[in-house]
C-alpha cells in the first residue's frame, strides 16, 4: 500500500524544491493537491513518480498528467496573484486546475478532450474545488467567452503561441508555457502584455509533452 500523504511530501522536497522552486504558496498547493486522484486506478501507485503519466488509451491522441517540477516552475513563473482569474490550457483530468485553484480568485481550465474533462468534472468537487469551471473544446482557440484573464498556463509544449490565445490576455496579464516540443531546446517562457502587445523572453531550460494542436506550420523554423 502507497503512503501518498509521505509519497506527496517526497514530490515536493525532491522534484519541485530541487528544480529552485520557492515560492511558498506555490510549495503549499503541491503539497496539498492529491495527485493520485487525477490518474485511473492502475497507475496511483505511480502517482509521484519524476516523469510524465499517459492518461488516454491506444488510438487517442496522447495526453498526460505532467511530471510536477516543470509545472511548478510554470506556475511559480505565473506569480499568480490572488485576485487573478486564470485560464489553463489542456488540464486533462484537472490536477493543473486544482492547484491554481488554491493561488488564484477563478479557473477557466479548458480540455478537449470530452472524457477527460468529464473525469475532472467529477474529481474537482469530490476535493472542495468551487472556483474551478470545466470547459471543452479546441485547446488552440483559447476559451473566449472568459476573456481577458491575468494569467494564462498552457501545460505542455508549443511550437507557436497562437493570436487567439493571446489576444485573451489582460493589460499586464501572463501567459507561461513550455515553447519548443522536440526536446532539448525546449524553454519554459513567459508572455506578457503591454501596452497592448504581447512579447515573450525564456526563463528556463525544460522538456514536458507537446499539447496538440500547437506544432509549426509546414516550412516553419523554430
Keep these: 500500500m502507497v503512503d501518498f500523504a509521505t509519497a506527496r511530501t517526497t514530490m515536493v522536497d525532491c522534484q519541485i524544491r530541487t528544480v529552485d522552486v520557492t515560492d511558498y504558496d506555490v510549495l503549499d498547493a503541491f503539497s496539498a493537491v492529491p495527485r493520485e486522484a487525477f490518474v485511473p486506478e492502475a497507475l496511483k501507485p505511480l502517482a509521484y513518480i519524476d516523469g ?7 488510438g487517442e491522441t496522447p495526453r498526460y498528467l505532467t511530471e510536477a517540477g516543470p509545472l511548478a516552475k510554470l506556475v511559480q513563473l505565473a506569480d499568480i496573484l490572488p485576485q487573478d482569474k486564470v485560464l489553463v490550457v489542456g488540464t486533462a483530468t484537472g490536477y493543473s486546475a486544482a492547484i491554481l485553484s488554491r493561488l488564484a480568485a477563478s479557473v477557466t481550465a479548458l480540455e478537449e478532450n470530452a472524457a477527460l474533462a468529464e473525469r475532472a468534472r467529477a474529481i474537482l468537487p469530490e476535493l472542495g474545488v468551487s472556483n474551478v469551471e470545466i470547459v471543452t473544446g479546441p485547446l488552440a482557440a483559447g476559451w473566449k467567452a472568459g476573456a481577458p484573464y491575468d494569467v494564462i498556463v ?34 519554459g517562457t513567459i508572455y506578457t502584455r503591454s501596452g497592448g502587445s504581447v512579447s515573450g523572453r525564456p526563463a528556463f531550460n525544460t522538456h514536458v509533452q507537446p499539447l496538440p494542436g500547437f506544432a509549426a506550420p509546414a516550412g516553419f523554423v523554430f
Design 52 to 58: 510524465d503519466l499517459l492518461l488516454t488509451g491506444p
Design 154 to 187: 498552457l501545460e505542455g509544449a508549443i511550437d507557436v503561441l497562437p493570436d487567439a490565445l493571446a489576444a485573451q490576455l489582460a493589460e499586464g496579464g501572463r501567459i507561461v508555457t513550455v515553447v519548443g516540443s522536440r526536446g532539448l531546446a525546449a524553454k
